[in-house]
């Protein structure tokens, strides 16, 4: 019986994921343009080729919270709030 390789798999694998990802990002930069173009902040409309920098930021700030969960969990980093006179 014949068996396709693994590396053509891989391939298959990695262009897929590829379009997954430059299919979810376009799709989400488009809905987000849309909705701004019909609100008064669609001046914002030019900061969409930012949205991968902010997200990569989200799980960088979400994978630490999680490492400082478990390696100092009752440690709190607390903001002050109200201390301005």
Partial sequence: ?????????DGLIIATSIF?????YTTYALLAYA???QTKYDMFSKLLFTLPIYWILI????????IHLI????DWE???HGLVK
Avoid: Y
Wanted: proline content about 9%; cysteine-free.
């Fill in 78 to 80: 607390k903001t002050p």
């Fill in 71 to 74: 390696v100092k969990p009752h």
């Fill in 20 to 24: 997954n990802l430059v299919g979810g």
């Fill in 35 to 37: 909705v701004l173009q």
């Fill in 1 to 9: 019986m014949n068996t396709p390789s693994s590396t053509h798999f």
């Fill in 59 to 66: 799980s960088f700030a979400g994978w630490r919270a999680i």
